[in-house]
């Protein structure tokens, strides 16, 4: 495979860091070379953080450029809007998304108007060939009582649906990589659940 | 950080971070010395360090501030240890005075300072300073690399290079290089336990004029026999050599791995000078590449510092040269593989899959609300910067500074009316004191107060002005990842140290109204700061309460349970003040309901004491 450009979107503190680094490790497991791209520091607290992940034959840029992803996770809805720039019909993008909501201070305060999801997902189809909702936080939450393995949800789901070109097992191997010791075990599960 | 960073494993290939990388590499080199102030992007290299150094035998330090840390590796150096200190681009500012007369003296062992640009202030706010200018400044050689690959071995390259000439060496590193994740190849690390003696050597450490003007000239010398260096090492080198298009590029830093996508996307090879030891440049040979050319692309992030210097060697070796770079390249923010391509498909006529201005406009329409970083709920700081928009007047003047508390800066707080560099707070309330008759508050943190709020709260105890201070001590350096500082009583080695109490240096540089008030007892904040407000001499606040992050995770580890607060619907007159004053993430309207989002409320239980129909109350379980 050339090369394979994922990028990942959120809020600040919902674990994007971790799920790029299970990609990563997961592609480095399967032999490619990876790069990715982070960001840290201020925008953290509550801010948009994109996460880039690129693995092929021979990775240069740690960025994906415009229009060039293969596929965009969303662990928050309105982020998918921020993510379309690395979306297009050219590149066959695929949109995955948690329909999970963080409105921001902009929306609570200044009254501007959080979009629907039907309205976000018309938009985002714009910008891919393929767009997926699903309610993986609030899945985990219902399994485990709180939303933090939502990223190991959205990597089970993604692989199930066969989103990410890299083995069950590499992605398995990622998360035994990543996350603390102690939370592997519930880690393959949330991971498990998604794939049923 | 990953667990195999301290691994032998001589060959394997493991992801690594840009700044971890960066920590291999001094590995690698038998460093025995670390140290820094925490400043994002770089802020990692010295928390891989803290991870560390006990297991790898080596000493680091979280340094008070960047000079302090730069004097410190300096002193090891000297002592015969091989040292490395580190910092973003302003802790560079911070530490430069020290390193100026560094560069005279020389070191007596490897002595490498790892600096971090931000283009594109992804991490950092005030300005994208280019630090490429520092080596030109001080006279000290200055690599480049542009991936964690290059991070690791260019640190052990610069360690040989410091060893050969006795002087410290610069790694500058942007952003998109300490936070890329990539494959490192692991070498041997190089464990010593050599102690560290310092030789006196008047010849060697005498400063003064007319020696130092001598020590200029060495200086120099010893400048141009690395410019030598720079023209035989392999970290200077060209790819496509053999190409023989009428067009060149010259390339350093992280653009290199745009440039060569872009060749990849537009099917193009053409020859590009990569270079890695970017001061002093190779000049030989950026002479010998340019030649050939009927044109060149430099492209470089920030400055026009290579293309200026490239514009001076055509002169000679090719002065019909046409040189792009300014013209065809943004002058301000970061370069992506976009600018790139599109520089490189208006030289050469070639497209790119996509057209980009296309896709950008269509982007351009979507309507997307804005989301701005924000204090997290139960963060003190939200409690402090509320309590303050009540006590004092809408004239007062808000003197901002480097924190998480900066995010005051956004509505409905705005209480950093200006933020400048760390400490400059209580220096610029000091002048304004000085020449208005205007209430003003200087907020700074905890760790900005030890690193640079000490000068400026004893100057204005001196010179005589009296604003207030209030030190948002949040018992920890939040912004940078939770680093500890003098105030905390741990050190960078994880041991306990004498916990300097911010009231007491308070009352020692000679403040008489010092007070601590708990940021989430409201009505004393809101009270003291009233009655502050109105002394004729300086007052400080220490508003002291740990960071929430922290304590909820030292709570979960000691199996506290962390109250969680609710909004009777039944009581709620519908005013709002818990949402559109106090910013809480935590709290949400819907349907013209306010409510209390469990999932994310820390119990901090601020909103209940400010609620004038007394609605919010903890949840009984």
Redesign the interface.
């Known amino acids: 495979m050339k090369e394979y450009n994922l990028v990942i979107v959120g809020?600040?503190?919902q674990g994007i860091l971790t799920l790029?680094?299970i990609v990563?490790?997961a592609a480095?497991a399967e032999g490619y070379?990876?790069?990715?791209?982070?960001?840290?520091?201020?925008?953290?607290?509550?801010?948009?953080v994109p996460c880039h992940v690129r693995f092929g034959s021979r990775?240069?840029?740690?960025?994906v450029?415009?229009?060039?992803a293969n596929l965009i996770v969303c662990l928050e809805v309105?982020?998918a809007?921020?993510a379309?720039?690395y979306g297009?019909k050219?590149?066959k993008t695929t949109f995955l998304i948690d329909t999970f909501k963080?409105?921001?201070?902009?929306?609570?305060?200044t009254k501007?108007?959080?979009?629907s999801i039907k309205k976000i997902v018309s938009?985002v189809k714009?910008?891919s060939t393929k767009v997926l909702t699903v309610n993986a936080s609030e899945m985990v939450?219902k399994e485990t009582g709180?939303?933090v393995m939502t990223n190991t949800y959205i990597v089970g789901y993604a692989s199930a649906k066969k989103l990410i070109p890299l083995k069950k097992k590499s992605l398995l191997e990622g998360i035994k990589?990543v996350v603390p010791e102690e939370y592997f075990d519930i880690n393959k599960r949330i991971f498990e659940l998604a794939s049923a | 950080m990953p667990k195999e960073i301290l691994s032998n494993d001589v060959g394997k290939r493991i992801i690594l971070l840009g700044n971890e990388a960066i920590v291999r590499g001094a590995l690698e080199s038998g460093v025995q010395f670390a140290s820094t102030y925490p400043g994002t992007p770089a802020s990692e290299i010295g928390d891989t360090f803290a991870g560390i150094a006990k297991e790898g035998g080596i000493y680091f330090e979280y340094s008070t501030n960047e000079k302090v840390a730069s004097e410190a590796a300096a002193g090891a150096a000297l002592s015969g240890i091989k040292s490395i200190v580190s910092f973003k681009q302003y802790g560079l500012n911070v530490a430069s005075d020290s390193v100026m007369p560094l560069a005279y003296i020389g070191t007596n062992a490897g002595m490498v300072i790892a600096v971090a640009d931000d283009p594109s202030c992804w991490s950092s706010g005030q300005s994208e300073q280019d630090s490429r200018y520092y080596a030109r400044l001080a006279h000290l050689p200055m690599l480049e690399p542009s991936d964690p690959q290059e991070c690791k071995d260019f640190v052990k390259i610069a360690f040989e290079l410091s060893e050969k000439f006795m002087l410290p060496v610069f790694v500058r590193l942007t952003t998109r290089v300490s936070h890329t994740r990539g494959i490192v190849k692991l070498g041997k690390i190089i464990k010593s336990e050599k102690k560290g003696k310092f030789v006196k050597d008047f010849e060697k450490y005498f400063n003064l004029p007319p020696r130092i003007i001598e020590r200029h000239e060495e200086l120099l010398d010893k400048i141009e026999r690395v410019g030598e260096f720079s023209e035989k090492t392999g970290i200077n080198y060209v790819v496509n050599k053999n190409s023989k298009t009428k067009f060149g590029i010259v390339v350093s830093g992280v653009s290199f791995n745009y440039v060569m996508e872009a060749f990849d996307e537009l099917k193009l090879k053409i020859p590009v000078l990569k270079l890695g030891l970017t001061y002093p440049l190779p000049e030989k040979m950026i002479k010998n590449f340019i030649k050939r050319f009927k044109s060149v692309l430099v492209v470089e992030e920030l400055e026009p510092i290579l293309e200026e210097k490239i514009h001076a060697l055509a002169k000679e070796a090719n002065p019909k040269l046409k040189i792009f770079g300014r013209e065809l390249l943004p002058k301000a923010g970061e370069y992506t593989i976009e600018t790139i391509l599109t520089a490189i498909s208006k030289i050469t006529g070639k497209k790119p899959n996509i057209n980009f201005k296309a896709h950008l406009e269509k982007y351009k329409k979507l309507k997307i609300p804005e989301r701005q970083p924000l204090f997290c709920p139960g963060c003190p700081h939200r409690a402090t910067f509320y309590a303050t928009k009540v006590a004092a007047g809408k004239d007062t003047i808000f003197g901002g500074d480097i924190g998480c508390y900066l995010l005051g800066i956004y509505p409905p707080f705005e209480t950093q009316d200006f933020v400048f560099d760390m400490g400059a707070s209580e220096g610029l309330v000091h002048g304004i004191k000085k020449v208005s008759n205007q209430k003003v508050i200087a907020f700074i943190g905890d760790s900005t107060f030890f690193h640079a709020g000490i000068p400026g709260l004893i100057n204005i105890v001196y010179n005589k002005s009296n604003p207030l201070v209030i030190v948002m001590d949040n018992r920890t350096t939040a912004m940078t990842g939770h680093q500890p500082h003098p105030g905390t009583g741990v050190t960078g080695m994880g041991e306990k140290a004498k916990e300097i109490a911010i009231e007491d240096v308070a009352k020692a540089c000679g403040v008489e109204d010092v007070k601590v008030v708990d940021p989430f007892n409201l009505n004393e904040m809101v009270e003291t700061i009233r009655e502050f407000l109105q002394k004729d001499k300086v007052s400080v606040i220490v508003a002291k309460r740990e960071c929430h992050l922290l304590a909820t995770r030292r709570k979960r580890k000691e199996g506290v349970k962390i109250p969680v607060f609710e909004i009777d619907q039944e009581k709620c007159k519908k005013c709002g003040i818990c949402l559109y004053r106090f910013a809480c993430p935590a709290i949400v309207e819907e349907n013209g309901k306010f409510k209390i989002d469990k999932s994310i409320c820390w119990g901090c239980g601020v909103c209940a004491q400010m609620c004038p129909a007394k609605a919010i109350h903890g949840v009984k379980e």
Do not use: W
Not at chain 1, 33 to 48: A, N, P
Not at chain 1, 65 to 68: F, L, M, P, S, W
């Open positions: 809020v600040g503190g790029s680094s990563a490790e480095l070379d990876v790069k990715t791209s982070e960001i840290h520091g201020l925008s953290q607290r509550y801010g948009h990775m240069y840029s740690p960025l450029r415009e229009g060039e309105l982020e809007l921020r379309c720039y297009s050219e590149n963080v409105p921001p201070l902009s929306v609570s305060i501007q108007k959080y979009p938009e714009k910008f939450e709180s939303t990589k």
